[in-house]
């Protein structure tokens, strides 16, 4: 009997960072960028999502400031920098300001030049993909359409091919 609780916790952790991870299924596949504002770190400047570079891809990562799960998958991302440099990340959570603002700086993120991070103060993305966690990562094409999005960690394989995915 004691076992089936530590069989349930091995498949949910097995089912957040599974190789074979399937993208969610939106209803979005094929859309353009969202157009929200997010609020940057120094509190006063606001970027809009879909001013992003044209022709460069998009991944839009939506994280939980104390998920460890959003952490794992923000130094994924970190360690293969070198492979990620042509994205464009906008980096997002929720309110609370200080809690954003705690995760750029434990994970020093503003001296990455393409990582944008910011905090979504209006939920929009939240509502928009009508997601039920996070992490959350939407992954956008050089065309500027949604490829794919995934609920819980992904590693840099799955963003490399949604990202080359026609």
């Known amino acids: 009997m004691r076992l089936i609780p530590f069989l349930l916790l091995l498949f949910i952790l097995y089912s957040c960072s599974g190789p074979d991870r399937k993208p ?12 929200f504002e997010l609020l940057l ?9 879909a001013a992003a570079p ?3 891809p998009v991944v839009l990562f939506f994280f939980g400031p104390q ?14 920098e070198s492979k990620l440099k042509d994205i464009q990340f ?12 705690a995760f750029s700086e434990y994970f020093k993120l503003n001296k990455y ?3 944008t991070i910011g905090m979504d103060s209006e939920n929009y993305f939240l509502k928009y993909f009508n997601t039920s966690g996070v992490p959350y990562t939407a992954i956008y094409g050089k065309d500027g359409k949604l490829k794919e999005a995934y609920l819980g960690q992904i590693d840099v394989k799955h963003i490399t091919r949604a990202i080359e995915k026609k």
């Open 90 to 101: 906008y980096i997002f959570s929720s309110p609370p300001f200080q809690l954003m603002k």
């Open 41 to 49: 770190t120094d509190s006063i400047t606001h970027v809009n999502v």
């Open 113 to 115: 030049s393409n990582l």
């Open 54 to 56: 044209a022709g460069k």
């Open 24 to 35: 969610e299924k939106t209803g979005k596949e094929g859309t353009a960028i969202p157009s």
């Open 67 to 80: 998920c460890p799960y959003s952490h794992a998958e923000m130094e994924m991302i970190i360690k293969n």
